[in-house]
């Protein structure tokens, strides 16, 4: 059986896992196999299975960065939990590449593909009977060099404070409009697919993926009426942070 020739590609990533999902994972590698896809491993991911797997895996190629999925189009298999399929999605970033998530834990949000679901959920994949669901990736710009290449996430971006004893002062504009000065221990700017994590523990809305919308959150808010916020995501929203000290 052969895959769409767009998707023959197929990019493992993990980390590590329980042993007792050895036996999940050496299915996965099966039914690639009977699939006759062309598999590259994320190399530590390849590093922790020579050490957990009687197969031998140094014939599969080795992806290290995002660079190496430059011009390549595939897909990738993300091996853990939401967390890994996170760190994921930092390798992939802008590229064409969707990331399916298979579960060797607890069932999560993100990768969703539980252990009993692997056979039938990989059968659909490699046969293409499957949808994409589009992500926003929200994207921040400071005034110093603080974030390099991963000025981006998938989840959210927090302002925080680093002295345990007191608030510090956001003020925040949108489009360079005044919004509003926020005093708190900080402030969350979450994606649709990150109104689900901190943002909602501090009172967040869950919002709907495709929604085009983002979450400002405070983190324990000086004011008890001020309350999160969702506003347009092709809007610029500007920070600027003071602490008591005027740090």
């Known amino acids: 059986m052969k895959i769409p020739s767009d998707y023959r590609t197929i990019y493992l990533f993990g980390r590590s896992f329980d042993a007792k999902f ?53 897909l990738m298999l993300s091996i853990g939990g939401d967390g890994t399929f996170l760190e994921a999605s930092t390798l992939v970033r ?61 989840n959210e971006i927090t302002v925080h404070k680093r002295d345990d004893s007191s608030m510090i002062r956001i003020n925040a504009s949108l489009d360079g409009l005044y919004l509003n000065t ?32 983002f979450v400002l959150s405070p983190i324990a808010p000086h004011h008890l009426t001020v309350r999160p916020l969702i506003y347009r995501d092709n809007l610029r929203l500007t920070l600027q942070t003071r602490s008591r000290s005027g740090n």
């Open 182 to 213: 926020y005093w708190a221990d900080g402030l969350i700017v979450a994606t649709p697919t990150g109104s689900t994590a901190y943002s909602l523990s501090v009172g967040g809305p869950l919002v709907l993926p495709g929604t085009g919308t």
């Open 22 to 74: 050895l036996p999940s994972f050496k299915l996965v590698l099966q039914k690639l196999a009977e699939y006759e896809a062309e598999i590259l491993v994320f190399q530590p991911f390849r590093e922790f299975l020579n050490g957990s797997l009687s197969e031998d895996l140094s014939g599969y190629p080795l992806f290290r960065s995002y660079e190496d999925l430059k011009g390549r189009p595939g």
């Open 94 to 154: 802008d590229l064409p590449v969707p990331i399916a998530g298979i579960n060797s834990g607890r069932l999560g949000f993100l990768a969703d593909i539980a252990q009993e679901e692997i056979s039938r959920a990989v059968d659909s994949i490699l046969t293409g009977d499957w949808d994409i669901q589009e992500r926003t990736l929200i994207q921040v710009d400071c005034d110093q060099p603080l974030f390099g290449d991963f000025n981006f996430a998938l």
